[in-house]
């Protein structure tokens, strides 16, 4: 959805290369689909202590490639992605400053959970990540039903979010 809504405004024209922060499940998504958009290259920023099969995964994928950060040394995947996306011809999705990832949700995965539970979902739980997953299928679902919960997984307390915020940031 966002590639698409990307290239329906223009904004994939004249780009070669997509930059954009990931833990692998969006970036993988982005590195698959980028071809069939045009895009011949995209490099992922994941951080250095990304679980090895994932970046195994990502690196399989043509035309990707992967720089690996370090949030010790100070340096932010997000931070990375858009100093590099000032350059000619790249761009940044940013999935998490980008109101078409929760639209996504809100428009396939929100309707696909109230299908499958035949409107019977009580609550959803999601990881907090970007915050377009429980954010675009919670406005659905919520709708639906005002009354479903939806609760937002974290990772520990003072560990590193995917684009460098951390729990107090979210």
């Known amino acids: 959805h966002m590639l698409a809504q990307a290239l329906r405004r223009g904004k994939l024209d004249g780009v070669h290369t997509i930059v954009e922060p990931t833990s692998g499940n969006f970036g993988s998504s982005i590195a698959l689909l980028a071809p069939a958009f045009g895009v011949e290259q995209t490099v992922l920023y994941v951080k250095k202590d990304a679980p090895p099969g994932k970046i195994h995964t990502i690196e399989a994928l043509p035309g990707t490639s992967i720089f690996k950060y370090d949030p010790a ?7 990375l992605a858009l100093e590099e ?3 000619p011809g790249v761009i940044c999705l940013n999935q998490y400053g980008n109101w078409d990832n929760v639209v996504a949700h809100m428009n396939y995965t929100g309707p696909a959970i109230w299908e499958a539970t035949q409107g019977m979902v009580t609550a959803v739980v999601a990881s907090a990540g970007s915050g377009g997953t ?7 679902l919520k709708r639906k039903n005002p009354h479903i919960r939806t609760i937002r997984a974290v990772v520990s307390p003072g560990e590193e979010i995917p684009a460098g915020r951390t729990l107090k940031q979210i």
């Open 73 to 79: 040394k100070g340096q932010n995947g997000l931070a």
């Open 134 to 140: 429980l954010g675009g299928t919670g406005l659905f």
């Open 85 to 87: 996306a000032k350059k």
